[in-house]
């Protein structure tokens, strides 16, 4: 089975920094692209930020030059370093990733738990 655990979550005043660490573990043939979602009390999920295997970066208007988002391959890893926190960046953050587990196969998305950003004084 293949598990994608997240953590780094926390409580941050605004204009405070934290960084976010998922990282994906079982079996694992390769990664492609990795990413960061969020999903707020009453909105829909959405792309925070991505990273292909390449690591060709892509980021959401609301949070270009304020994120970077950068993986480890050798330890199967991505992250999303958030500086500069506004309180709209409150919001569950999920990490995803697509896995191909068995060589020759298509790529599968993966979900992390999932962990709690709260910006507020």
């Known amino acids: 089975q293949v598990q994608l655990v997240e953590s780094g979550g926390g409580l941050v005043q605004p204009g405070g920094s934290l960084r976010l660490s998922c990282a994906a573990s079982?079996?694992?043939?390769?990664?492609?692209?990795m990413g960061w979602y969020r999903q707020a009390p009453g909105k829909q999920r959405e792309l925070v930020a991505a990273i292909s295997s390449g690591g060709t970066t892509n980021y959401a208007d609301s949070v270009k030059g304020r994120f970077t988002i950068s993986r480890d391959n050798a330890k199967n890893t991505v992250y999303l370093q958030m500086n500069s926190l506004k309180p709209e960046d409150t919001a569950v953050y999920y990490c995803?990733?697509?896995?191909?587990?068995?060589?020759?196969?298509?790529?599968?998305?993966?979900w992390g738990q999932g962990t709690q950003v709260t910006v507020s004084s």
């Open positions: 995803n990733a697509h896995i191909v587990v068995v060589a020759g196969r298509a790529p599968y998305d993966y």
């Open positions: 079982g079996s694992i043939f390769s990664i492609y692209a």
